[in-house]
Each structure stands twice: as C-alpha cells, then as structure tokens.
T-cell receptor, first 114, second 110 residues
Framework: DAGVIQSPRHEVTEMGQEVTLRCKPI?????LFWYRQTMMRGLELLIY????????DSGMPEDRFSAKMPNASFSTLKIQPSEPRDSAVYFC????????????FGPGTRLTVL | EDQVTQSPEALRLQEGESSSLNCSYT??????LFWYRQDPGKGPEFLFT???AGEEKEKERLKATLTKKESFLHITAPKPEDSATYLC???????????FGSGTQLTVLP
C-alpha cells in the first residue's frame, strides 16, 4: 500500500512568493493533518481535517497560511506571501478516523524561503 | 493543556548497551500514548500505541511501557541502525489531536 504522498520534497523560493504544498493521504483514511517541524519548536500541528472538513486550525500561524481539502484524496497547504521564518519541514499525516487513531506521516516537504 | 516532556534530549550508546528513554506526560484522561521513530530527512514512523497503565508492547529490540505519569521506551542490545530520534505523543480526553514531545536523539556507536 502506498503511504502518505507529499510534493514537492524540496522547495526553495524567495520571500514574498506563493508556496503550495501538496498531500495525498492513505486511501480510506478520513483524517488529514498538517504539521510543521523546526529545530526550535519541534513538531507543531497546523491544521487538521476530518472528512474533508477543517476541524481545528488554531495552529495556523497567521492569515498568510491557508489549507484546503477539496476531496478525500488531496489537500494543499498554501503560504502567501512566504517569509524566511516559514522555512521548515512540513509534514502531512493521515489517520483512519482521527479520534486518537494512529497517524501515518508522509516524507515531508523541506521549504526554504530566501 | 496536554504536556509531554522527553528525556534525555540526546543519548549515545555503544552497540549492545541497553538503555531506556523517558516520556513524562500530563493529560486530562489519557486516550493514547504514541511512540514514533524519525530518521534524518524522513517523516516520523509509527512504532507503538499504549492506552492504559500497565500495558506493554514489543517490537524487535524495542519495548514500550506505560504508567499513569510516564512511558519508557526500552532498547535492548541496540544496533547502529537503531540510531534515530524517538518521539513520544499523547492524546488527552478533551483533545482531538496529538501533542508531541521534543524527542530523544539516540546514537548507537558500533
């Protein structure tokens, strides 16, 4: 079975540019999570969806960040405009139901904003 | 608010030297404690879920245990390939999502 798929794996952009990260969850999983990982703050939950509906976006840093899940097999995390402090590794994870179920992580997207 | 503290931050072992990693937690009604392994440049890989005090789970050289306040990840006769960062996460009764600790970076020297 394919795991969680993320693209791109690496993204280098300049400050002020729009960045879109993509995620395909494991087939049959109903919940999807976006995380950000940095050395300073560790792994932080940004937002999660259950049945394509955003349930908790309290971790989203500010209005520059937005996330969508148009269907059960695709989600995007967009940063517009990007800033150097957004540089981090962004992970997508999915779980069967979301209510305490095990989360399975993708390989991550390493974002560098110059 | 759920809280997770992992110790030590880093641990260096000789191959074959057994040890334990600690995960202390504070939650309102534990609904799951999760252990993950993360290799450099990769996403966290699921290892174990524990739900109640006294529960234990094993996988190869790893054994996870749980009490009402902490969990231990015991590593028996580790090998260099066990080198990774080990993350602990909890879900409390009132939370819908996991709270992660900062991890323990384990290095096993040949």
């Amino acid at each position: 079975d394919a795991g969680v798929i993320q693209s791109p794996r690496h993204e280098v952009t300049e400050m002020g540019q729009e960045v879109t990260l993509r995620c395909k969850p494991i087939s049959g999983h109903n919940s999807l999570f976006w995380y950000r990982q940095t050395m300073m703050r560790g792994l932080e939950l940004l937002i999660y969806f259950n049945n394509n509906v955003p349930i908790d976006d309290s971790g989203m840093p500010e209005d520059r960040f937005s996330a969508k899940m148009p269907n059960a097999s695709f989600s995007t995390l967009k940063i517009q405009p990007s800033e150097p402090r957004d540089s981090a590794v962004y992970f997508c994870a999915s779980s069967l139901t979301g209510e305490g179920d095990t989360q399975y992580f993708g390989p991550g997207t390493r974002l560098t904003v110059l | 608010e759920d809280q997770v503290t992992q110790s030590p931050e880093a641990l260096r072992l000789q191959e074959g030297e057994s040890s334990s990693l600690n995960c202390s937690y504070t939650v309102s009604g534990l609904r799951g404690l999760f252990w993950y392994r993360q290799d450099p440049g990769k996403g966290p890989e699921f290892l174990f879920t524990l739900y109640s005090a006294g529960e234990e789970k094993e996988k190869e050289r790893l054994k996870a245990t749980l009490t009402k306040k902490e969990s231990f990840l015991h590593i028996t006769a580790p090998k260099p390939e066990d080198s990774a960062t080990y993350l602990c996460a909890v879900r409390g009764g009132s939370a819908r999502q996991l709270t992660f600790g900062s991890g323990t970076q384990l290095t096993v020297l040949p």
